[in-house]
């Protein structure tokens, strides 16, 4: 389905995990696309549907899998001829070759789009990057998506260990998914503070809970943070740039 | 399609008039929903497809009628079997019969949910209201669906005059809509300021580029003021939860 002349694009959102999280993305899409009225934005449809059983307790063996909740997404998402399809959430990634497998419009892999945002960094600043801290759950720190392709940067990452896990990533991240923001801020700064402190450059944001989180309490860290939501955002807008073009 | 057990609520957001508004109707469903785990949002699949024609520009006979994209959006969205369809622009109200009689899924009037926040008000606080402003589009305001359901509460409406709508609303309206925030809200703020001294006791802010603008600006007109996006988030909280109970 065409729904502007000469182009194509339309980015399906897989979202809900949380609804905020899906919230942000859109917000931020909005914000990378420079426009100067309504009709030059990017058409996204988002399937912000929270009834996905839980990702983190799924990976963790105390949970039922969101595979047949998230192959439905992508069904319906497909049904409306969506041009892309991307995932504001890191730890449902877990789930990406079977989605990509079963869908016809192609997925966008949010590590991709983040190993475009630092590459660009390192490229325009001549940034030497040795050290990038990733702050994420255990499933996305085991998964190593992140972790291979700062490898093939020449770039180490840096791990929160398990006690920084359990006392601070886990509460803050669970604080968010209830609404609130600044008790999540609060141990997710923390967090960051470690990393930093352990020689880390560079923060990537790559649990969609934390940016909304450290915005709330104006975090300092952001200066030095990649947000992967945001660097989806960007690979959505220059997919809808591109169609344009052609 | 059954995506809960015992639930069959899915909102439907016909949305991208503008792309902004349509996030801040999802942020403020969210912020209206009492949970305490992802699993508990309202499930909503948002349209966020901004190529529809200028719906102010149709209604001044300028511009090419946004009807067969706002069609074409009802049936994308009742093919995804949504419970409820909602639309975070009143301006697009003026197609809303139209849209009702094609659509399975039942349009909730943002008006309707609008005055359901007032009639609250006005109980809760034994407040007597004779004069509510309202800031509008022209094509809002000449439609009367805001002044006719205060007035069978017992209130006047005031409306800005024709100078305002020019210098004021319209230019602040179209900052919004370039992302200008801060410029939207302070020519917003002026004419909210202007209402209140001819003696508006609360302003209806019926046009949905308005609240994000003031808030931009911490208007303290916001004190003061009922916002229909989320007048109309609240009311599909209340279908999720009266599905929850069912």
């Known amino acids: 389905m065409s729904i502007h002349p000469g182009k194509t694009t339309l980015i399906g959102v897989l979202g809900g995990m949380g609804p905020l999280a899906t919230v942000d993305l859109l917000q931020k899409i909005i914000e990378e696309t420079p426009v100067s009225r309504d009709q030059d934005h990017v058409p996204v449809v988002a399937w912000n549907v929270p009834q996905i059983p839980d990702r983190q307790r799924a990976l963790a063996g105390t949970g039922e899998s969101p595979l047949p909740a998230l192959l439905a997404a992508v069904s319906q998402l497909n049904s409306l001829s969506v041009s892309h399809i991307v995932i504001p959430c890191n730890t449902a990634h877990h789930w990406f070759d079977t989605l990509a497998a079963a ?3 192609p997925l966008i892999h949010i590590a991709d789009a983040t ?3 630092v590459a660009y960094l390192v490229k ?3 940034e030497v990057l040795q050290n990038i801290g990733l702050i994420a759950t255990k499933g996305t720190l085991e998964a190593g998506w992140y972790q ?3 490898a093939a940067l ?9 006690q920084e896990m359990e006392t601070l990533f886990v509460p803050g991240c669970y604080a968010v998914k209830r609404g609130e923001l600044h008790k999540g801020g609060a141990l997710l700064g923390q967090l960051a503070q470690r990393l930093i402190d352990r ?12 940016p909304p989180a450290l915005a709330a309490v104006n975090s300092h860290w952001l200066d030095v943070s990649l947000d992967p939501t ?4 960007q690979a959505c807008v220059r997919e809808w740039q591109r169609s344009d073009k052609e």
Do not use: H, N
């Open 103 to 105: 869908s016809d419009a």
């Open 115 to 117: 190993l475009a945002s």
């Open 124 to 126: 325009k600043r001549t």
């Open 148 to 150: 291979q392709r700062f």
């Open 154 to 162: 020449g770039a180490a990452t840096l791990e929160p260990d398990e």
């Open 199 to 210: 020689g880390a450059q560079r923060l990537i944001l790559a649990c969609t809970e934390v």
């Open 230 to 233: 945001r660097a989806l955002a």
